[in-house]
């Protein structure tokens, strides 16, 4: 379904940084994804620090549109992403067991206003009630095209 691309491995496997096709490209000179195996070879359990995402479709556009509508296209960006990670770990998720996978959240708002929207996103996308901690933010990347929300998320996703 997705894919990983640019894998750069680190210390024999134990971290991984990468980015995934569902993504469009990064804005700046980081990866999307960096993995991290905190698990042993027997339980190999993985981190996954997601980098904070903008309402940017897979092809680079950018979604306009309300906070919470923002907030929906990136959280679908985010279960797309761990479903992309799951897959490099020969593990199938849904959308709904990757997004339980999500053990915390870092949400930057241009106007914490938008905060009660943002709630309203979360439970209508089905994010679990992980941790979560939410700024408002003088600008964000793309404020200029009317970006009013970034998140971040970390995720544990274990192999078998």
């Not at 210390?11 to 990468?18: A, K, M, S, T, V």
């Amino acid at each position: 379904m997705f894919e990983i691309k640019d894998l750069e491995t680190i210390d024999q496997g134990l971290i991984e940084r990468f980015n995934v096709t569902c993504l469009s490209p990064a804005i700046g000179t980081y990866k999307h994804v960096t993995s991290k195996r905190i698990g042993t070879k027997k339980n190999q359990v993985y981190e996954l620090e997601i980098s904070g995402q903008l309402s940017v479709n897979e092809k680079g556009e950018f979604q306009e549109g309300d906070c919470k509508k923002q907030a929906i296209v990136i959280i679908n960006n985010i279960a797309n992403t761990i479903i992309a990670c799951g897959e490099h770990y020969r593990i199938n998720f849904t959308r709904e067991e990757a997004l339980n996978h999500i053990t915390n959240t870092l949400v930057l708002l241009s106007n914490m206003e938008d905060f009660p929207l943002v709630n309203e996103a979360y439970k209508e996308s089905g994010i679990p009630q992980a941790c979560r901690a939410a700024f408002a933010v003088k600008d964000l990347p793309l404020s200029s095209k009317g970006a009013l929300i970034e998140i971040r998320v970390n995720a544990l996703i274990q192999v078998k």
